[in-house]
């Protein structure tokens, strides 16, 4: 884990980056199950570090949550959120969420997931998904 980038919120409280991704097979979302805080269901997703681009921060996270390479992305949610808090803290985030296409196969990081696993919109409704998720979801129209 990097050093997440900081920033300050629209209230001047301190703001962590982050971005999540979208990714759809299909009619089922690519999920993971955290390992750690925030616990629950999500897309994958993670803290831009300090000095790294949106881009780069998303074809990380993806790489090191499931395994699998970034092969086209879309920002469809760009938006600052409170409250948010993540396991160092910090109670305000600005997201970058994008839609995005990968190939390879999945290989599950043990250090940070409890599973990785593709899940349709039902399944979803169902599963005790992390808040942030619940919100992006809702917002995407897909629960």
């Given at each position: 884990m990097g050093?997440?980038k ?9 703001m ?9 097979k299909g009619?089922k979302?690519?999920?993971?199950e955290?390992?750690f ?15 790294e681009?949106?881009v780069?921060?998303?074809?990380r996270e993806?790489r090191e949550?499931?395994g699998?390479k ?7 949610i760009e938006?600052e ?22 190939s390879?196969?999945i290989k599950e ?15 979803i409704k169902k599963?005790k ?6 919100y992006?979801?809702?917002k995407?129209?897909?629960?």
């Open positions: 050093i997440p900081l920033g300050r919120s629209k209230n001047n409280k301190l962590h980056y982050s971005v999540g991704a979208v990714i759809k009619n979302y690519l999920l993971i955290r390992r805080f925030p616990y629950g269901f999500a897309g994958i997703a993670g803290h831009l570090d300090i000095h681009n949106v780069d921060a998303i074809v993806v949550e499931s699998l970034v092969t086209s992305h879309k920002l469809i938006e959120v409170y409250p948010n808090k993540c396991v160092v803290g910090i109670n305000v985030h600005y997201w970058y969420v994008f839609d995005c296409k990968v390879g196969k990081n043990f250090l940070e997931t409890k599973s990785v696993g593709w899940y349709s919109a039902d399944k599963l998904l992390e808040k942030i998720w619940r992006w979801f809702k995407l129209k897909i629960i």
